[in-house]
């Protein structure tokens, strides 16, 4: 019966969250001479739709209707402008109803409202039916998916409000990864960024603060073309709408958080690829610098009250400064790793955060963040593993998981109340 009352007051609210530009149609395909396509490539991250366990964490999540109802949305486009709107005004959509879910203020599905994966995986399936449209007039697909990925992240009209004395804080985190090993994987990180998005909450010092945040994906290629620097260049740009402390979170070590002391320039991880199955070209003996990365140094320091966090936030997880960096030191050739940070002089192989995306978007923030407001705290925060999937590859969730991924969230959350404070 709970599920029942939970599916009625579901379809109840779906008006209010769907886009306006399409309205119930008993035609799934759409308008007359719409085409889709069943055989249109899809990429190796869109691939995965195809185990039947994904759908399911869609329409236990309560977003079902977003991916039934999108290709019908993409027919009632007749022109580029107008497709380009629909994709903003859906993708704004999907994250506004998936930060509203997190947040306990939208009703559906059985799965717990911080679970990240319905996010994921509806958004996924949206962009396989951009693939797969068929429009009578030419479109930048591409171009179409990268404005949909930016508004479903959270990186379109999700600024802060404009409120006297009050501190604003913004985060980062990242979908799952790692689903060819286990693809019912969650991140910690993405799930505690929902979240907060737009919640206000008392910092350490008793002030008031607003957190907003965006979910970024695990593919290099979004990193290449600018998508860390195009959410958070209008937080770090001087004016009434900039931030007061910055902070990616990605899920990081066993059973701990740290706090990254050095973000380092390279890329390292290969033979580890992203989640479309691409390789970065860096290794630990022949690390490389990302395409597109604007000029800085090999190492940068995280600003972040490293001592504030880690002598006020230990519970239920320890929280720890990670000091450890991997450098090829001045004039030579070979990996050292070294347990204090860099020597002077030194090429970055690796931060503490790896030599992977979560050290990117580290470093490539934090950049960004000594370009436009250096005076601004900013750094890294690496969760623990999310663990608890029940042994059945078919359990899409348990209890175990669940406590750990709101036990983690909890606890991100208390990290940025010491954070934001005013130093």
Known sequence: MMLLRRAASAAALLATVLPLSVAPSAHAAGPDGCRTSASAPLDAEQARLADPRTAALVERGGLGDFVRRFPAGLCSARTPAEAGRLADSWG?????????????????????????????????????????????????????????????RGLVNNAFRAAPGVRRVFVSGFDPFGLDAEIRRANPSGSAVLQLNGRRVTLADGSPAEIRAVVLPVRYADFDAGMVERAFAPRLAAGPAQAHAVTTVSQGYPGKFTLEAWAGRARSADPYPDNRQVLS???????????????????????????????????????LLN???????????????????????????????????????AYRSN??????????????????????????????????????ESAIAAEVRAVLEHVGVRR
């Open 281 to 319: 070209g860096g290794t630990r003996e022949r690390p490389v610098t990302a395409p597109g990365m604007g000029p800085g140094p090999e190492f940068i320091p995280t600003t972040l009250p490293a001592d504030a966090v880690t002598d006020a936030v230990q519970s239920p997880y320890p929280v």
């Open 92 to 152: 704004e959509s999907l994250w506004q109803a998936s930060v509203r879910r997190a947040q306990g203020q939208r009703p559906g599905g059985d799965l717990a409202p911080g679970d990240d994966r319905p996010l994921y995986w509806a958004r996924l399936a949206m962009t396989a039916a951009i693939a797969r449209w068929q429009p009578e007039f030419a479109v930048d697909r591409a171009a179409l998916r990268a404005r949909f990925e930016d508004a479903s």
């Open 367 to 404: 950049r960004l963040r000594g370009e436009l407001a250096p005076q601004l705290p900013g750094g890294h925060l690496h969760t623990p593993v999310l663990t608890g999937l029940p042994a059945d590859p078919q359990q899409l969730t348990g209890p175990e998981f669940e406590r750990n």
């Open 323 to 361: 000091t450890a960096v991997t450098e090829i030191p001045a004039g030579g050739t070979t990996p050292v790793d070294r347990a204090e940070g860099p020597t002077p002089g030194s090429r970055a192989v690796a931060g503490g955060g790896g030599g992977y995306l979560s050290n990117e978007v």
